[in-house]
């Protein structure tokens, strides 16, 4: 299949215009192949989810994150030239779908609100494309109502089967039974207040700071940027494998670079 009509293909899910200003979607290494047979999706545009990639013979890559969100010359040896010279001596071409794959609630992004079966969705940061009334509404972060309450620890529970359970932290009281939930993938704390205005009995996030958690208008729970992220990919896979039937996609798992360290350093019992 021709690179251009998967690059279409993975437009229609992350539109460029609904990136943000200070994002770096789209292409991050050009290539001059036209012809792509093998389509990799992974998080992180790693060395090693580079190398795995090409080991399976990929011809192009798609990834959530930028290669660089600013880029810069490959000045030095590290994990950026290594990516930089395993790509161009392949010509392979990576392309990456940041926030313009979070921005579009009714594709991968919003997978979450579509297990809890979640009404009246919509963003809670609105993209700015919204102006051309002629699009949907694209934006951060995604808020809606359950179909049911459902009990705090029963959400974590769920939550659980995608993020490492015991690298979750939940920022202010506990609370009772959730009737409307707002999230967003990745790091979203610079939501909370947008999250909190949508009348949400609690927003889930990762990467949430300190002074954000200790004025956190209503209960965060900080799930880590890995989890909700990895699986919004995953599902990215499985969506271009139904919209690209002549190419093999293929879906490259990762690890949260996060490990407890309880998990290094065990308590001893007192003999």
């Not at 036209?34 to 990929?58: F, K, N, W, Y």
């Not at 950026?80 to 001596?89: H, I, K, Q």
């Not at 990762?206 to 890995?226: N, S, T």
Request: proline share 8%.
């Amino acid at each position: 299949m021709q690179f251009a009509d998967i690059l279409l293909a993975i437009e229609d899910e992350a539109i460029p215009i609904a990136a943000q200003t200070w994002d770096n979607s789209g292409i991050q290494v050009a290539s001059g192949r036209t012809d792509v047979s093998t389509l990799a999706v992974c998080l992180d545009p790693t060395r090693s989810a580079v190398s795995r990639a090409l080991e399976l013979g990929a011809d192009a890559i798609l990834s959530h994150h930028p290669l660089l969100l600013h880029p810069r010359l490959p000045d030095r040896m590290d994990d950026f030239r290594e990516v930089l010279a395993l790509l161009l001596s392949r010509d392979v071409p990576l392309y990456a779908a940041h926030t313009s794959l979070d921005a579009n609630p009714q594709g991968p992004a919003g997978w979450l609100a579509e297990d809890l079966r979640m009404s009246d969705v919509t963003v809670l940061e609105a993209a700015p494309c919204v102006d051309d009334m002629a699009l949907p509404p694209y934006g951060l972060g995604i808020v809606g109502n359950l179909p049911a309450p459902l009990e705090y620890r029963d959400l974590v529970e769920m939550l659980s089967k995608y993020c490492d359970r015991s690298l979750m932290t939940r920022c202010g009281p506990p609370p009772g039974t959730i009737d409307r939930l707002a999230y967003c993938t990745g790091s979203g704390s610079s939501l909370l207040e947008a999250a909190a205005d949508a009348d949400a009995h609690i927003f889930v996030t990762g990467d949430v700071k300190y002074h954000a958690a200790m004025e956190a208008p209503i209960p965060v729970l900080d799930v880590g940027h890995h989890g909700l992220e990895e699986e919004m990919m995953r599902r990215m896979s499985l969506l271009l494998q139904k919209k690209l039937p002549g190419v093999r996609v293929v879906f490259l798992p990762s690890a949260s670079p996060f490990t407890p360290a309880a998990n290094d350093c065990p308590i001893q019992e007192a003999s």
